[in-house]
């Protein structure tokens, strides 16, 4: 085994993945959790509230593809001023039986993409069958990518978006319509945005309610991505099902953290998590009328997943290049 570690850029990844093959990574990962072919504790989750900024460790091993690793990525406030994204991350992936760093990558564009692709699974398995209406709050980065998503899974006929930022709900439109060919429509607000809609996604990084209770119709399928509650608590305990993508994770993030800090829901309250409805451990839609929330923050494991597929990709292709962190040479003694 070669003790040379393989540097990837982001576009060396753009060439190894896309989103259809994102949404096959991301269902079988959910499975391998669903069948317990997947190690994942909880991310660690670190605040650096003097520079405006939180980053989280997440590591990840999944048994069946002898695949593991760890993704560092967070977000800092003032990058935007700088000319930076808000969100910079990286994956290392070292082979699980020696622990050789096999490879370091960018990991902000597997991050953008394995968020929609899993919003993009549940809604395969929790949204209504056939679904047309799409409302997606907020059009950023992550909303677009929720879109494409979502767009390559079903037949949409609207899509409504709405952003506190007028001029980027437009260029949204704009965008996706000319990518997609789908006909995506600005709403004023998110009632308007929501109403009859079979899919809703909040997409924001707002500490704020955004969908209030009785804004939202039967069979209506919720997505929240956003590391704060978005969602009325009152849709939260009246919908039918809650399903997480990790129970241990929601309990200190996202859309449920503060209802658990309260003491208003627990475990028992939650249907289930991703990976037991896609691996057929537990039903999931079961009726048209239903109310689904997903509240899915995100897994290390889905990247670990994708990095697995673009290190086999980029190998093929001849891209990246190479460098010795350890300082071994091929028979594994220091040179």
């Known amino acids: 085994m070669t003790p040379n570690t393989l540097l990837l850029s982001r576009e060396d990844i753009k060439e190894c993945i896309d989103m259809p093959a994102c949404l096959e990574i991301v269902e079988g990962v959910f499975r391998a959790h669903g069948e317990g072919n997947a190690v994942m504790p909880p991310k660690l989750h670190l605040e650096m509230d003097h520079v405006d900024g939180w980053i989280n460790a997440m590591p990840a091993y999944l048994v069946s593809q002898n695949a593991a690793g760890l993704k560092w990525a967070g977000g800092w406030g003032k990058n935007r001023d700088k000319g930076l ?9 070292i082979d699980p039986e020696t622990g050789l760093l096999k490879s370091v990558m960018e990991g902000g564009y597997i991050t953008d993409l394995r968020t929609g692709a899993a919003t993009g699974v549940a809604a ?8 047309k209406t799409v409302a997606i709050i907020g059009a950023g980065k992550q909303g677009r ?10 037949d949409l006929e609207e899509v409504r978006v709405v952003d506190i930022i007028q001029e980027t709900s437009r ?7 000319e990518e997609l060919g789908v006909i995506v429509r600005e ?6 945005a929501v109403f009859e ?8 990084a707002a500490d704020e309610i955004l969908v209030k209770q009785g804004w939202v119709s039967k069979g209506a399928f919720i997505a929240s991505i956003g590391s704060y509650p978005e969602i009325d608590p009152q849709i939260i305990f009246n919908s039918n099902k809650i399903i997480v993508d990790s129970w241990a994770q929601s309990k200190h993030r996202g859309e449920l953290s503060r209802l658990v800090q309260e003491g208003k829901i627990g475990e028992e309250n939650i249907y289930g998590e991703m990976g037991e409805v896609v691996a057929g451990k537990k039903p999931g839609r079961e009726a048209k009328d239903e109310i689904i929330i997903a509240c899915l923050i995100g897994i290390g494991s889905h990247d670990i997943g994708c990095a697995h597929h673009v290190y086999k990709k980029s190998q093929k292709k001849g891209l990246g290049q190479t460098f ?4 071994l040479n091929k028979t594994g003694f220091t040179g």
């Open 85 to 93: 994204p808000y969100i910079m991350a990286e994956i290392l992936l």
């Open 124 to 131: 395969k398995y929790l949204a209504k069958k056939d679904p």
């Open 145 to 154: 990518m929720q879109l494409r998503a979502l767009h390559h899974l079903f």
């Open 171 to 177: 260029n949204f439109v704009k965008d996706m319509q």
């Open 187 to 192: 709403s004023r607000n998110p009632q308007e």
């Open 197 to 204: 809609a079979d899919i809703i996604v909040t997409a924001t």
């Open 324 to 327: 010795n962190f350890q300082q």
